[in-house]
Protein backbone atom coordinates (compact mmCIF):
# COMPACT_ATOMS: atom_id res chain seq x y z
CA UNK A 1 0.00 0.00 0.00
CA UNK A 2 1.01 3.41 -1.02
CA UNK A 3 1.83 6.13 1.77
CA UNK A 4 1.19 9.04 -1.04
CA UNK A 5 -1.99 9.89 -1.79
CA UNK A 6 -5.19 7.95 -2.52
CA UNK A 7 -5.39 8.97 -6.13
CA UNK A 8 -4.13 11.20 -8.35
CA UNK A 9 -5.45 11.90 -11.83
CA UNK A 10 -4.03 14.17 -14.01
CA UNK A 11 -5.31 15.56 -17.39
CA UNK A 12 -8.15 12.87 -17.41
CA UNK A 13 -10.45 13.39 -20.48
CA UNK A 14 -13.46 11.12 -21.66
CA UNK A 15 -15.29 11.40 -24.95
CA UNK A 16 -18.23 9.99 -26.27
CA UNK A 17 -17.83 10.28 -30.23
CA UNK A 18 -16.82 13.86 -30.70
CA UNK A 19 -17.80 15.20 -27.19
CA UNK A 20 -15.51 15.14 -24.21
CA UNK A 21 -17.71 14.47 -21.41
CA UNK A 22 -14.54 14.90 -19.54
CA UNK A 23 -12.71 17.88 -20.64
CA UNK A 24 -9.09 17.65 -18.72
CA UNK A 25 -9.80 16.64 -15.27
CA UNK A 26 -7.00 16.87 -12.38
CA UNK A 27 -7.29 15.94 -8.96
CA UNK A 28 -5.39 14.40 -6.38
CA UNK A 29 -7.41 12.87 -3.13
CA UNK A 30 -5.46 12.61 0.05
CA UNK A 31 -6.30 10.48 3.03
CA UNK A 32 -9.17 11.48 5.21
CA UNK A 33 -10.00 14.38 2.53
CA UNK A 34 -13.80 14.88 1.74
CA UNK A 35 -15.32 16.12 -1.08
CA UNK A 36 -18.40 16.90 -2.83
CA UNK A 37 -18.83 17.04 -6.90
CA UNK A 38 -21.74 20.09 -8.00
CA UNK A 39 -23.20 20.60 -11.12
CA UNK A 40 -26.07 20.61 -13.16
CA UNK A 41 -27.03 17.19 -14.78
CA UNK A 42 -24.84 16.60 -17.74
CA UNK A 43 -21.51 18.58 -16.43
CA UNK A 44 -20.37 15.08 -15.78
CA UNK A 45 -20.43 14.55 -12.15
CA UNK A 46 -21.23 10.75 -13.16
CA UNK A 47 -18.63 10.03 -15.73
CA UNK A 48 -15.99 11.85 -13.62
CA UNK A 49 -16.56 9.61 -10.40
CA UNK A 50 -16.76 5.90 -12.84
CA UNK A 51 -13.48 7.54 -14.19
CA UNK A 52 -12.20 7.33 -10.72
CA UNK A 53 -13.47 4.54 -9.35
CA UNK A 54 -11.67 2.15 -12.67
CA UNK A 55 -15.05 1.33 -13.75
CA UNK A 56 -14.76 3.13 -17.43
CA UNK A 57 -10.95 3.73 -19.07
CA UNK A 58 -10.02 7.37 -19.60
CA UNK A 59 -9.92 8.40 -23.06
CA UNK A 60 -6.45 10.01 -22.21
CA UNK A 61 -4.79 11.14 -19.09
CA UNK A 62 -3.90 9.10 -16.08
CA UNK A 63 -5.58 7.91 -12.94
CA UNK A 64 -3.07 6.51 -10.07
CA UNK A 65 -4.94 4.55 -7.22
CA UNK A 66 -2.18 4.59 -4.13
CA UNK A 67 0.36 4.67 -6.39
CA UNK A 68 -0.70 2.49 -8.87
CA UNK A 69 -1.84 3.08 -12.91
CA UNK A 70 -4.60 0.12 -12.91
CA UNK A 71 -5.01 0.15 -16.60
CA UNK A 72 -1.22 -1.05 -16.86
CA UNK A 73 -2.62 -4.18 -15.38
CA UNK A 74 -4.89 -6.93 -16.62
CA UNK A 75 -8.61 -6.83 -15.91
CA UNK A 76 -8.56 -9.34 -12.87
CA UNK A 77 -5.92 -6.96 -11.39
CA UNK A 78 -8.36 -4.21 -11.87
CA UNK A 79 -11.38 -5.84 -10.23
CA UNK A 80 -9.18 -6.93 -7.03
CA UNK A 81 -7.84 -3.23 -6.81
CA UNK A 82 -11.69 -2.16 -6.81
CA UNK A 83 -12.76 -4.86 -4.66
CA UNK A 84 -10.42 -4.11 -1.89
CA UNK A 85 -9.42 -0.15 -2.14
CA UNK A 86 -12.85 1.25 -3.54
CA UNK A 87 -16.47 1.70 -2.20
CA UNK A 88 -19.59 2.63 -4.16
CA UNK A 89 -22.70 4.23 -3.05
CA UNK A 90 -24.68 4.62 -5.91
CA UNK A 91 -28.67 6.75 -5.20
CA UNK A 92 -30.10 3.27 -5.92
CA UNK A 93 -29.13 1.20 -2.66
CA UNK A 94 -28.88 -2.09 -5.00
CA UNK A 95 -29.15 -4.25 -2.51
CA UNK A 96 -30.02 -7.70 -3.02
CA UNK A 97 -34.12 -7.35 -1.88
CA UNK A 98 -34.35 -11.16 -0.24
CA UNK A 99 -31.04 -11.28 1.62
CA UNK A 100 -30.71 -10.06 4.68
CA UNK A 101 -29.22 -6.29 5.98
CA UNK A 102 -26.28 -8.55 7.26
CA UNK A 103 -25.79 -10.44 4.29
CA UNK A 104 -25.73 -7.53 1.94
CA UNK A 105 -22.98 -6.19 3.58
CA UNK A 106 -21.01 -8.84 4.03
CA UNK A 107 -21.00 -10.07 0.54
CA UNK A 108 -18.22 -8.03 -0.52
CA UNK A 109 -15.65 -9.18 1.92
CA UNK A 110 -16.79 -12.93 1.62
CA UNK A 111 -16.03 -12.64 -1.71
CA UNK A 112 -12.33 -11.00 -1.31
CA UNK A 113 -11.57 -13.42 1.70
CA UNK A 114 -13.28 -16.33 1.03
CA UNK A 115 -14.11 -16.55 4.89
CA UNK A 116 -18.14 -16.20 5.68
CA UNK A 117 -18.10 -15.90 9.64
CA UNK A 118 -15.57 -13.50 8.93
CA UNK A 119 -17.54 -11.53 6.74
CA UNK A 120 -20.54 -11.85 8.44
CA UNK A 121 -18.74 -10.27 11.90
CA UNK A 122 -17.37 -7.37 10.13
CA UNK A 123 -20.61 -6.90 8.75
CA UNK A 124 -22.39 -7.05 12.27
CA UNK A 125 -20.13 -4.55 13.94
CA UNK A 126 -20.48 -2.20 10.73
CA UNK A 127 -24.48 -2.21 11.37
CA UNK A 128 -24.25 -1.28 14.56
CA UNK A 129 -22.10 1.37 14.33
CA UNK A 130 -24.55 3.01 11.51
CA UNK A 131 -27.44 2.10 14.35
CA UNK A 132 -28.62 -0.89 12.30
CA UNK A 133 -28.01 -3.71 14.76
CA UNK A 134 -31.71 -4.41 15.40
CA UNK A 135 -32.06 -4.27 11.68
CA UNK A 136 -29.56 -7.12 11.07
CA UNK A 137 -32.10 -9.73 9.49
CA UNK A 138 -34.22 -8.04 7.83
CA UNK A 139 -34.25 -8.37 4.11
CA UNK A 140 -32.79 -5.94 2.28
CA UNK A 141 -36.56 -4.92 0.47
CA UNK A 142 -38.13 -4.53 3.74
CA UNK A 143 -35.80 -1.75 4.81
CA UNK A 144 -36.98 1.86 4.78
CA UNK A 145 -34.85 3.64 2.12
CA UNK A 146 -33.21 5.65 4.77
CA UNK A 147 -32.07 1.63 6.24
CA UNK A 148 -31.32 0.97 3.35
CA UNK A 149 -29.19 3.76 2.09
CA UNK A 150 -27.05 3.38 5.38
CA UNK A 151 -26.76 -0.68 4.86
CA UNK A 152 -25.36 0.07 0.91
CA UNK A 153 -22.54 2.66 2.96
CA UNK A 154 -21.66 -0.42 5.56
CA UNK A 155 -21.72 -2.75 2.57
CA UNK A 156 -19.19 -0.13 0.76
CA UNK A 157 -16.52 0.49 3.89
CA UNK A 158 -16.86 -3.68 4.54
CA UNK A 159 -13.79 -4.29 2.92
CA UNK A 160 -11.52 -1.32 4.27
CA UNK A 161 -10.94 0.68 1.04
CA UNK A 162 -9.04 3.60 0.70
CA UNK A 163 -11.65 5.57 -1.22
CA UNK A 164 -15.17 5.79 -1.00
CA UNK A 165 -17.03 7.25 -4.47
CA UNK A 166 -20.63 8.25 -3.67
CA UNK A 167 -23.05 9.36 -6.79
CA UNK A 168 -26.22 11.13 -5.39
CA UNK A 169 -26.50 8.77 -2.03
CA UNK A 170 -29.29 10.62 -0.74
CA UNK A 171 -30.61 12.20 -3.69
CA UNK A 172 -34.06 9.83 -3.48
CA UNK A 173 -34.15 10.21 1.27
CA UNK A 174 -36.33 12.52 3.04
CA UNK A 175 -34.10 15.00 5.40
CA UNK A 176 -33.92 12.47 8.23
CA UNK A 177 -33.06 9.96 6.16
CA UNK A 178 -30.55 12.03 4.48
CA UNK A 179 -28.68 13.34 8.17
CA UNK A 180 -28.50 9.62 9.70
CA UNK A 181 -26.38 8.94 5.69
CA UNK A 182 -24.18 12.16 6.38
CA UNK A 183 -23.50 11.44 9.87
CA UNK A 184 -22.50 8.22 8.77
CA UNK A 185 -20.01 9.82 6.33
CA UNK A 186 -18.72 12.08 9.27
CA UNK A 187 -17.27 8.99 10.81
CA UNK A 188 -16.19 7.44 7.50
CA UNK A 189 -13.78 10.88 7.33
CA UNK A 190 -12.70 10.32 10.85
CA UNK A 191 -11.41 7.42 10.21
CA UNK A 192 -9.40 8.25 7.87
CA UNK A 193 -10.69 7.44 4.49
CA UNK A 194 -10.99 9.67 1.53
CA UNK A 195 -14.64 10.50 0.53
CA UNK A 196 -15.81 11.83 -2.80
CA UNK A 197 -19.79 12.49 -3.29
CA UNK A 198 -21.24 13.77 -6.29
CA UNK A 199 -24.53 15.34 -5.41
CA UNK A 200 -27.35 18.47 -5.98
CA UNK A 201 -27.98 19.05 -2.51
CA UNK A 202 -25.91 22.01 -0.65
CA UNK A 203 -26.80 19.89 2.78
CA UNK A 204 -24.55 17.17 1.49
CA UNK A 205 -21.86 19.87 0.23
CA UNK A 206 -22.21 21.95 3.02
CA UNK A 207 -20.74 18.69 5.44
CA UNK A 208 -17.67 18.35 2.86
CA UNK A 209 -14.00 20.03 3.66
CA UNK A 210 -13.69 20.92 -0.32
CA UNK A 211 -16.49 21.50 -3.11
CA UNK A 212 -15.39 20.21 -7.48
CA UNK A 213 -17.33 22.54 -9.34
CA UNK A 214 -18.14 21.50 -13.13
CA UNK A 215 -19.39 22.34 -15.64
CA UNK A 216 -19.61 20.99 -19.15
CA UNK A 217 -16.81 18.17 -18.15
CA UNK A 218 -14.04 21.13 -16.08
CA UNK A 219 -13.88 21.09 -12.91
CA UNK A 220 -12.35 23.66 -10.27
CA UNK A 221 -11.47 22.47 -6.76
CA UNK A 222 -12.34 25.67 -3.75
CA UNK A 223 -12.06 25.11 -0.09
CA UNK A 224 -15.60 26.19 1.98
CA UNK A 225 -14.80 27.72 5.14
CA UNK A 226 -17.29 26.36 7.18
CA UNK A 227 -18.71 29.37 8.78
CA UNK A 228 -20.08 30.81 5.23
CA UNK A 229 -20.10 27.17 3.43
CA UNK A 230 -24.17 27.76 3.05
CA UNK A 231 -23.64 31.70 1.71
CA UNK A 232 -21.36 30.20 -0.91
CA UNK A 233 -23.16 26.97 -1.76
CA UNK A 234 -26.21 29.44 -2.48
CA UNK A 235 -24.55 31.27 -5.38
CA UNK A 236 -24.93 30.10 -9.32
CA UNK A 237 -22.15 28.68 -10.73
Known amino acids: ?60 GTVLVEGVDPWRTGRDARAALRLRRIGFVFQQNNLMPFLSARDNVSLPAWRLRGDRREALAQADVLLARFGLGPRSSAPGGELSLGEAQRVAVARALVNRPALILADEPTGSLDSAATEAVLDSFDEIVRDGTTLLVATHDPRVASRMRRIIRMRDGLIGLEPIPPADRM ?6 L
Not at 39 to 55: A, D, I, N, R
Not at 231 to 236: F, G, N, Q, S, W
Request: aromatic share 0%; glycine share 14%; net charge positive.
Open 1 to 60: MSSGPVLVADGLVRRRGDRAVIAGASLTLESGDSIAIMGPSGCGKTTLLHLLGVLDRPSA
Open 231 to 236: DRLATP
